[in-house]
């Protein structure tokens, strides 16, 4: 858990072998309401139960829990990464089975959430060049997705969006051999390369992927998506001695762009107001005096 991809999303320390100080930010910090996976490197029941989590180990215990009772669990499954799916479970859950246990936790929330789900043992099987275990797993990975699309699919206020962060392994399929058989692949690399690698989305906003998209359109995609303060993305020079200023709201938002010369007073004055037709609104500021600075900010009254 305190691995580099889950660290990006709940951690902020300088290097991704930082386990401890991961851990600590985890639970002293960010405080994630589910944390479940691979335990030890930084992580550990005790300080987890200090830091007011509820502890399980095992698949029977977590799939035990009250979800509706419980805001905060660590799911603390065996030492370092997950087993192998090929290699057997034993009595840690499967990926598809945490993921239904952190939604029921995450639902009873009033205010939405964010879950990232990561199929972590891919990479590990890529790295090795191994098809047997990174098929197996990316099988496990798609049965987590589907946990995620069934809970979505009577909603209108869920955005599910599956990617990677790289290829790994340079692999490429050349026959498929039918159900149940490996199928024949060479592998270029023991690392990871520049392939592309797919996004997939359903939800609302879901239209916005679509074609080649640079990887920090993710992140611009997925905020869009969400209820959000206004945002500030852009500001330059307009003709004459105008301003633009660019802004990410939500569609319908009333918005007014106010401007002082100095924050050191309390004189906003009003620029201009306008609703948003899209997730993006441009005001402009036409009659911006010749000052060493000018001062903007957007309100939409709720």
Not at 101 to 122: C, K, P, S
Not at 187 to 202: D, I, R
Request: hydrophobic share 40%; with cysteine.
């Amino acid at each position: 858990m305190t691995d580099a991809t889950p660290a990006v999303f709940a951690a902020h320390e300088a290097n991704r072998g930082h386990y401890a100080a991961i851990g600590g930010d985890y639970l002293l910090r960010a405080r994630p309401n589910v944390l479940l996976g691979g335990g030890g490197y930084g992580l550990s029941a005790t300080a987890a139960v200090a830091a007011g989590y509820v502890v399980v180990s095992n698949a029977s215990d977590m799939q035990a829990l009250d979800v509706a009772a419980v805001s905060l669990v660590s799911g603390q499954f065996d030492l370092g990464a997950m087993p192998y799916e090929y290699e057997g479970l034993g009595a840690l859950p499967h990926l598809s089975e945490m993921t239904e246990t952190a939604l029921g936790v995450l639902a009873h929330g009033t205010n939405g959430f964010f879950l990232m789900v990561e199929g972590g043992r891919i990479d590990h099987a890529c790295h090795d060049n191994d098809i047997v275990n990174c098929v197996r797993e990316t099988v496990e990975f798609d049965n987590a997705v589907q946990v995620a699309l069934n809970w979505a699919s009577n909603r209108t206020d869920t955005f599910v969006i599956v990617t990677a962060d790289h290829e790994c392994g340079g692999l490429t399929v050349l026959a498929d051999n039918g159900p149940g058989m490996e199928p024949d692949v060479v592998w270029s690399s023991g690392g990871h390369t520049a392939t592309n690698v797919g996004v997939f989305a359903w939800g609302p906003g879901a239209e916005m992927v679509s074609g080649v998209m640079d990887n920090t359109d993710i992140y611009r995609i997925m905020m869009k998506t969400q209820p959000m303060v206004p945002e500030g993305v852009g500001i330059g020079r307009a003709p004459g001695n105008g301003v633009r200023t660019d802004w990410n709201v939500k569609p319908g938002d009333t918005c007014r762009l106010d401007a002082t010369d100095s924050l050191f007073v309390t004189n906003w004055s009003c620029i201009d107001t306008t609703t948003a037709d899209t997730h993006e609104v441009t005001i402009m500021d036409t009659n911006q005096p010749t000052l060493p600075a000018r001062f903007y900010r957007l309100v939409v009254p709720r």
